[in-house]
């Protein structure tokens, strides 16, 4: 009696991890996220921290939402962005210490 193969599927984790890392995936989605850890932010209040236009801000914030990176709230007339959760700063700041371990290797490297 032969056994069934099974089938080789990726793992729905893998699809969810890939959504994820998509919101990290962008210099201007980054600089987002940096200014977002402060606290929450109005479109225009991002603007200003970014130096990015306000419409790209506005499609980079509906990618961010999309991966679950970033959550609003309406405060009145105004809708404020924060960060869905105190981990993403957490792995923002791991990323900054990794990229800086990888930066001093590469120049000590060259010397």
Do not use: W
Not at 12 to 20: F, N, V
Not at 41 to 65: K, Q
């Amino acid at each position: 009696m032969k056994l069934p193969v099974p089938m080789i599927t990726r793992p729905p984790a893998a699809g969810l991890k890939a959504k994820l890392f998509r919101g990290f995936s962008n210099p201007s989605r980054l600089s987002i996220l940096d200014a977002l850890r402060d606290g929450p932010l109005t479109v225009t209040e991002i603007v200003t921290a970014t130096g990015l236009g306000h419409s790209n801000v506005s499609n980079h914030l509906s990618c961010l939402r999309d991966c679950e990176l970033v959550r609003c709230e309406q405060t009145g007339r105004y809708i404020r962005y924060h960060l869905s959760d105190a981990r993403v700063a957490t792995i923002l700041r791991l990323v900054e210490a990794l990229v800086a371990d990888v930066a001093k290797g590469a120049y000590e490297s060259t010397r």
